[in-house]
């Protein structure tokens, strides 16, 4: 004899004692296939349910006349009913039956230790049963004691963030970022890292962002958690062109890119030590200037326009960013040159383009700045402005820098003034 067959016939036992020594039938294994004995219908039927929700197995016996059914849980070997009585003390249990063939057993609000095989028996000699597997699924839930929280960090450290989750079956996590751009991740650009750990070597402001640490184990709904991670770095800056050209009258606008987190403070000075604020997004100071800022992220767009330039306004301006972490700027120069005449075609203009490098690169030009020097290129002409653009200093749906200079260089304004007075003295002797 087996031993699950020794324990089916204890809880036979148990059944027996149950119904006041009531007498059942002694079946020979010789008559089991008879006509006239309980079969069972149909196998149990496994169910799979969440956390929560309700279950109910069934078993259905054909020609069971007098006999009895009965539950039992096998793993712990407890009676949940005998025929029509509910024996556990469970309250979350209970029975009904249709036309004397099927048996149901309800569990309310399942749990996880109701997970397992349960048996329907039927009280022959020997005893006959079948048995059916409860599978108790819980969807994931994030564990907030074990997963990390918002994070700052200085550029060029490593971090690490972590995500732990509950559930059954145990869930698998995925980290991606809520954007939907690419994480930088171990020198490749991916969009989902999978595992518990997010581990980033040498951190940049490109990694800065709300990172989502999602749950799954294909038992809805899977669930996440966001992450702010944010970078710190001190100012940069980038000036398209260094070198502005206006005549008196005209209106005339600079420019200038900073990086930075925290955000930076950006005001513009002159060359008299003026002090030009740019409010959030539009600030007008007085009749003289307008001041724009824009912000995207850790970068922030900065015009400056000085309204009917006069011979005050010629000379040097400057573009200050400064935040908790240092501070840095540049200079923009504004020069004049002679009007247009009306019968005069406007050349092409000259200017003077800059980039943002960080210190060490390359020798050029240094920007003053503290405590940490980077370094603005030398100027350079129109030909290597086409070449060289930033993108990523350039705000969205700006143009580019060629056509954003409205000066007009006073060499070349001069060569062709000398070009036409030339012309005009050889035109009469060509006539004669």
Not at 83 to 97: A, E
Not at 165 to 181: H, L, N, Q
């Amino acid at each position: 004899m087996t031993g699950r067959q020794s324990r089916n016939l204890e809880i036979l036992g148990q059944i027996s004692g149950h119904h006041h020594g009531t007498q059942y039938a002694s079946i020979s294994d010789n008559y089991k296939n008879n006509s006239d004995l309980p079969r069972f219908a149909e196998e149990i039927q496994n169910v799979t349910v969440s956390k929560g929700r309700d279950a109910l197995l069934a078993c259905i016996v054909d020609n069971l006349r007098t006999y009895k059914v009965a539950w039992v849980r096998v793993d712990t070997q407890t009676i949940l009913s005998i025929h029509h009585t509910v024996i556990t003390q469970n309250p979350r249990i209970s029975l009904s039956y249709n036309d004397h063939r099927t048996w149901y057993l309800h569990i309310k609000k399942v749990e996880e230790v109701d997970r397992g095989w349960y048996m329907c028996q039927v009280n022959t000699d020997p005893m006959r049963s079948r048995q059916g597997y409860l599978e108790v699924v819980v969807p994931p839930s994030i564990i907030t004691k074990e997963t990390s929280t918002d994070m700052v960090v200085r550029e060029g450290s490593n971090v690490t963030l972590t995500c732990k989750a509950s559930g059954y079956p145990e869930p698998y996590i995925m980290w991606r970022r809520e954007d939907g751009k690419n994480i930088n991740y171990n020198g490749d650009n991916v969009n989902v890292v999978n595992g518990e750990v997010l581990h980033i070597v040498k951190i940049s402001r490109l990694h800065m962002g709300s990172y989502l640490c999602i749950a799954s184990n294909d038992v809805p709904p899977r669930v996440s958690q966001r992450i702010s991670l944010r970078v710190q770095f001190p100012p940069m800056l980038s000036i398209p062109n260094q070198l502005e050209a206006a005549y008196i009258g005209q209106d005339v606008t600079l420019e200038c890119h900073t990086e930075a987190y925290p955000t930076s403070i950006n005001y513009w000075t002159t060359e008299r030590g003026d002090m030009i604020v740019s409010g959030n997004y539009h600030s007008i100071v007085g009749d003289k200037y307008e001041a724009v800022s824009t912000d995207n992220g850790y970068n922030k767009y900065m015009m400056l326009k000085i309204r009917n330039v006069g011979p005050r306004d010629f000379g040097s301006y400057k573009c200050v960013a400064q935040n908790s972490l240092g501070g840095t700027d540049g200079d923009i120069k504004l020069d004049e040159i002679p009007a247009p005449s009306t019968t005069s075609t406007t050349p092409p203009p000259y200017h003077v383009t800059s980039s943002m490098k960080k210190n060490g690169r390359n020798g050029n030009k240094k920007l003053r700045q503290r405590p940490i020097d980077y370094e603005v290129e030398e100027w350079r002409n129109s030909d290597y402005d086409r070449d060289y653009d930033p993108p990523s200093m350039r705000p969205p749906g700006e143009l580019p820098v060629d056509a954003l200079s409205p000066g007009v260089s006073h060499r070349a304004q001069l060569v062709l003034h000398l070009l036409v007075s030339l012309l005009s003295l050889l035109l009469p002797a060509i006539r004669r």
